[in-house]
């Protein structure tokens, strides 16, 4: 996909007033931090992103800061993928409660070694990791990869940023990565130090020994679940 500027270039501090919602999104679009005078190395960075979303609340969806030191602005995800990530997360986060460690969805945000930050579908972690984090390196965004990742793909993902984020997340010590494509009914698997495989229309995931019990039904809550 084709990335396009609008017509109104954003001001240094803000996206313009003059744009609505409509003529801004079209899927993404990528800023350099340069424009803002921010770098991934700026110890301030993630106040000013902070800043940066609360003044634009009117016209930001998702962002996201990737490795090659952009600012990613991502159009909020509609249906059916909202629906998605909702039976995903919930599934997680009923999980964590019987079984342990934390689980989160797209708001959550993960500063990478790069310093690229993240914000995956849906995560898990353990207890164990995120005890041995120290205070000053979770808030306001944790520095650290979550033991589980899922990226649920949506039009406007490119494979290869996909194949990125995830190089990174196992880079970082996640030890299980799925990539959802529901269009195409397919699941790719990543495990540290393995080959990915690949799983056309299956019924039911599993959490291996990362997340021992953990089932999700990827065909009837996101194959089929589609408007």
């Known amino acids: 996909m084709t990335t396009t500027r609008t017509k109104t270039p954003p001001q240094p501090a803000e996206i313009s007033d003059e744009l609505t919602p409509a003529e801004w999104f079209r899927g993404y679009i990528l800023l350099p931090l340069s ?15 902070e800043g940066f979303a609360k003044r634009n609340k009117d016209f930001v969806g998702d962002i996201e800061i990737t490795t090659r030191g952009e600012l990613k602005i991502m159009a909020p995800t509609g ?14 986060v009923f999980h964590a409660r019987r079984h342990g460690g934390l689980a989160g969805g797209p708001t959550s945000m993960f500063i990478l070694r790069d310093g690229s930050r993240l914000c995956p579908d849906a995560w898990w972690m353990s207890a164990e990791r995120w005890s041995s984090l120290p205070e000053e ?14 990226e649920i793909a949506s039009p406007s993902n490119r494979e290869s940023d996909l194949r990125d984020k995830v190089r990174l997340y196992l880079e970082g010590g996640a030890r299980l990565v799925w990539v959802i494509n529901a269009r195409l009914r397919r699941v790719t698997i990543y495990r540290p130090g393995a080959e990915p495989e690949t799983l056309h229309d299956p019924d039911v995931l ?7 019990g953990f089932a999700f039904n990827v065909r009837q809550r996101i194959f089929d679940n589609a408007p």
């Open 137 to 150: 390196a979770r808030r306001p965004f944790r520095a650290v990869v979550p033991d589980f990742l899922v």
């Open 79 to 92: 249906e059916p993928g909202d629906l998605h990530e909702a039976e995903l997360n919930a599934e997680l």
């Open 206 to 212: 599993g959490g291996g020994d990362v997340l021992p």
């Open 35 to 49: 424009e803002f005078g921010q770098s991934l190395d700026n110890p301030n960075l993630d106040a000013w992103i």
